[in-house]
């Protein structure tokens, strides 16, 4: 499963660099995923809508329906 997380994850990232930002994998535990946004997306308003309705909707649609993304 985090073989596929990982997978997921760099293929969202090009969309978050084209807008000046990143993310960073800080750990997975679980069903449980902890990442840091970094650059324009760090400080961004929407950085928990990007989270929560971009990321995690994507991880769990991919991986599985019990993930949870946590912003670090």
Known sequence: MQAKIKEVLE???IHLQND????ELVKIEGNNVFL?????CGSC?????TL???IE???RQQVSEDIVVERV
């Open 57 to 59: 909707r994507a991880l």
């Open 36 to 40: 840091r946004l970094k650059g324009a």
């Open 11 to 13: 293929s969202l990232r």
């Open 20 to 23: 000046g930002g990143d993310l």
């Open 52 to 54: 929560k309705d971009g």
């Open 45 to 49: 308003p929407y950085a928990q809508k």
